[in-house]
């Protein structure tokens, strides 16, 4: 068994070349790393929650007083601390993800947005004023596909952020995406969807999963997808032919189905996801956390969050861990400008989105 020293592929059959570009026998071809210890237990590499929700209060109680006595200041590094504690309750295969983000970062992310935001609509008032009221509608219209121009940028920005303060094991994640060719996966599936009545949905929504989960890397090792949505295009048209004869209900069933296709068709080096989302499970976790929110007067939130979570890990595994030679990754982002804004458009499409995180 051998390893390329440079992207940590598995070779049976060490060849002259790896996919990666890298020769072997060069002066080069050492190893970085040792391989990537194999799990005692036989069977799959599953994932857990060990949160609570007592803590986790006392995190979001800290966050809300700080922040009313430092102008919201604080909020930053009171949401920085939260990510911290979910990450680090997070394990695989029984070891904790880290996270690595600074309030420091956040706070800068949102100097950025909010100077975007005042160069946006600082020249709207200027069009207005130079224009006439009469432009108004039409400048309002400008405006808000300008901000609709952002989002592959906010979901580019936050992936790239998030992905490399996100560890496991002492190595980061990353993400190496092209922004141009995320725009164009973007764009042109939103334009088939809106053409097509919704129609394309599961296509579009197929190949954002790709684009993103494909230029995802840990440890010199790639993620892929390989669905194309084709197996999502029935359960999305019985959907729509529920939706109200269900009175909305028969969503829980197509948001686990999506679910499941979505990380069903991920693997990591060559070790394919398992996911076992139910409808009825989602939907009775939905009314529970609802419950446990509005009767609590939002106090037993979250214990919702810590459910969520926990629901998702304790129904997705990865088949095997595979042993693999796990090598250093390359910076990250140094902003989280892409993650502040992202936050502020609603454009969570990361592999992790599905932990509600």
Avoid at 12 to 24: D, I, K, S, T
Avoid at 66 to 71: K, P
Avoid at 312 to 320: F, S
Wanted: aromatic share 16%; glycine share 10%.
């Amino acid at each position: 068994m051998a390893f390329c020293p440079n992207c940590g592929t598995q070779y049976e059959v060490l060849p002259a070349r790896c996919q990666c570009g890298n020769l072997f026998g060069s002066p080069t071809a050492e190893p970085l790393h040792p391989p990537i210890a194999e799990i005692p237990a036989p069977g799959a590499a599953r994932f857990e929650f060990s949160g609570e929700g007592g803590t986790l209060l006392l995190l979001y109680f800290k966050l809300v007083v700080y922040s009313i006595f430092t102008l919201g200041i604080y909020s930053f590094w009171g949401r920085t601390e939260i990510r911290r504690y979910l990450w680090s309750n997070l394990k695989f295969s029984g070891k904790p993800f880290e996270y690595h983000g600074t309030g420091k970062e956040l706070l800068l992310g949102w100097l950025m947005l909010i100077a975007l935001l005042g160069v946006l609509y600082g020249s709207s008032f200027a069009a207005i004023f130079y224009l006439g009221k009469s432009a108004g509608p039409e400048i309002s219209i400008l405006f808000a596909l300008l901000l609709a121009l952002l989002v592959p940028f906010a979901i580019h920005g936050a992936l790239r952020y998030r992905w490399s303060r996100t560890s496991w094991q002492g190595r980061r994640f990353a993400y190496r995406g092209d922004l141009m060719r995320l725009a164009i996966v973007f764009w042109s599936g939103l334009l088939l969807t809106v053409v097509t009545l919704s129609i394309y949905l599961p296509f579009f929504l197929a190949n954002m999963r790709r684009q993103v989960v494909d230029n995802t890397w840990y440890g010199g090792q790639q993620f892929r997808f390989s669905g194309d949505g084709k197996e999502l295009l029935w359960p999305y048209v019985k959907f729509l032919l529920l939706f109200l004869p269900t009175f909305t209900l028969y969503r829980f069933w197509f948001q686990a189905k999506l679910g499941n296709y979505s990380w069903n068709e991920t693997s990591f080096a060559g070790s394919p996801f398992r996911s076992t989302l139910s409808g009825d499970g989602l939907l009775i976790l939905t009314i529970t956390n609802a419950i446990l929110t509005f009767c609590t007067l939002g106090i037993g939130y979250p214990w919702a969050v810590c459910r969520q979570v926990s629901y998702v890990a304790e129904n997705l595994q990865l088949t095997a861990l595979p042993r693999v030679q796990l090598v250093e990754q390359p910076g990250g982002a140094d902003s989280a400008f892409g993650d502040t804004l992202g936050n502020v458009l609603g454009t969570d499409a990361g592999i992790d989105a599905g932990f509600g995180l």
